[in-house]
């Protein structure tokens, strides 16, 4: 039987901190994307709402900017014209029977950091692949759904859990960058409130960490990382 990989990303947005549309970065779909399909598995992109999703700018590598030029595999992804359709009529969450996917892989991006709040399928998504003992990965601001996970008994997801995410120094510097704060929050600082061990590698270096079913990646480095044990934990 093939093995089925769900992965979702966010629907587009407003940025309240910057302004201008937000979507999700090219790379945290598109790199774990490869490494499942060059394993043979099936893959589906589904959204929080379905329909169109969106790129961050930046994380397009024709974008004008030339800031994710170097990203020839998203390139040549959003090349293809069969990609592209995925992400022009993406299934919305809701209408999908989760217990047919093996894992489940949420990217990141700046969008989830204006929509997760609200995206309560995510949330039961979570909980759902988690409590079936499945690989349940998110990455980068991604992880920013976790934040909004609670037990049964009502106590943060997070707590007593170990993670990773996209982390203050890496805001610091995007923040610099920017000339002002880009992020309404920051994941590290709310994850560790909640009673999650926050781990950091150097940042922009790949790293991803496993807790039991639980699977996280730092940042738009780390796509190809967090795909490697979602792999391990299916195939192990």
Not at 106 to 123: E, L
Not at 154 to 166: A, V
Not at 178 to 198: H, L, N, S, W, Y
Request: proline fraction near 6%; aromatic fraction near 8%; charged fraction near 20%.
């Amino acid at each position: 039987m093939s093995t089925h990989i769900l992965m979702v990303v966010s629907n587009p947005s407003t940025s309240t901190t910057v302004g201008g549309p937000v979507g999700f970065w090219a790379s945290e779909l598109v790199h774990p994307y490869d490494a499942f399909v060059q394993r043979g598995y099936d893959v589906t992109v589904a959204s929080p709402d379905g329909g169109r999703v969106e790129l961050d700018a930046l994380s397009d590598p024709n974008d004008a900017s030339g800031y994710s030029v170097s990203d020839t595999l998203s390139k040549t992804y959003l090349d293809r014209p069969d990609f592209r359709a995925l992400l022009a009529d993406t299934p919305a969450l809701a209408g999908l029977a989760l217990e047919d996917y093996d894992a489940v892989v949420i990217c990141g991006g700046q969008a989830p950091m204006f929509t997760f709040q609200a995206a309560t399928d995510v949330h039961a998504a979570i909980r759902q692949f988690y409590d079936a003992d499945k690989p349940t990965a998110a990455l980068c601001h991604g992880t920013s759904a976790l934040l909004y996970v609670r037990n049964d008994d009502g106590t943060p997801f997070l707590e007593g859990k170990t993670i990773t995410g996209f982390a203050n120094a890496e805001e610091d510097q995007a923040d610099a960058i920017v000339g002002q704060t880009v992020m309404p929050f920051r994941i590290e600082d709310e994850a560790v409130k909640q009673g999650a061990t926050f781990e950091t590698a150097d940042p922009w270096a790949p790293f991803a960490v496993h807790d039991r079913h639980l699977i996280t990646g730092q940042q738009q480095n780390s796509g190809a990382e967090t795909a490697r044990l979602v792999i391990a934990a299916l195939e192990g």
